[in-house]
């Protein structure tokens, strides 16, 4: 992390050393941002999957009542009560395996975006800290250089 005094560097070390301080945070958020994103893909695939499985469900009991329609529902009754029994069940079971993908991602999501800000936030900071190094160097530069021996200009 920067420290008081990283605030107002003095020389071009400390210009430079702040400079490849705030660019290493920057690598590490961005890989951070990366791991992120990658468990968010990995959540949405999941949840994708969970809204699959339980759609699956809705088309076999709609099958069954179909199915149903057209024979002696006297008959097939029983066996019909029983399907749409465990089709709910199991509708239920599935219903709560979404809601808790669907609780992972949201999670996942929040993480990934406050992982993609603080990469941008120190991409900027880096960018700044390039540019005030240069700056810097370019000062000194300047200041290094014998003065102009030619009359200054009124103008």
Do not use: C, K
Not at 30 to 37: D, M, N, P, T, Y
């Amino acid at each position: 992390p920067l420290r008081r005094e990283d605030a107002q560097p003095r020389t071009i070390e400390d210009v430079v050393s702040r400079a490849r301080r705030i660019a290493e945070l920057a690598n590490l958020a961005a890989i951070r941002r990366e791991v992120e994103l990658a468990a968010l893909s990995r959540a949405s695939e999941a949840r994708r999957e969970a809204e699959a499985r339980l759609a699956e469900i809705d088309a076999e009991r709609a099958g069954a009542r179909g199915a149903l329609a057209g024979d002696d529902a006297a008959t097939l009754g029983a066996a019909a009560d029983r399907f749409e029994r465990w089709a709910l069940a199991e509708r239920a079971r599935r219903n709560m395996e979404l809601a808790r993908v669907t609780a992972e991602w949201m999670d996942r999501r929040a993480v990934a975006a406050r992982a993609h800000g603080q990469n941008e936030v120190l991409d900027r900071l880096a960018e700044r800290a390039r540019a005030e190094a240069r700056a810097q160097a370019e000062r000194r530069r300047i200041a290094a250089q014998p003065p102009d021996l030619a009359p200054p200009r009124n103008g």
